[in-house]
């Protein structure tokens, strides 16, 4: 699996269906369709939240 953002395979999971990359800090939620990417900012609050298809696999 890679990062939908920065495309590291540096890869963490969280809980169910959602991970972390260790080298940009987003989260993402793996779903059918694709994944929903949450970056935040310094302190600690959502700053973009964006879909990316399947094809970032």
């Known amino acids: 699996m890679r990062c939908p953002h920065c495309k590291s395979t ?3 999971k969280i ?3 959602m991970y972390f990359c260790r080298d940009c800090t987003c989260e993402f ?3 059918k369709w694709g ?6 900012d310094v302190d600690g ?3 973009k939240k964006y879909k990316v298809c399947v094809n970032w696999l």
């Open 45 to 47: 609050s959502v700053s």
């Open 15 to 17: 809980g169910k269906k």
């Open 29 to 31: 939620k793996v779903e």
């Open 35 to 40: 994944a929903l990417v949450y970056e935040y």
């Open 10 to 12: 540096n890869i963490g």
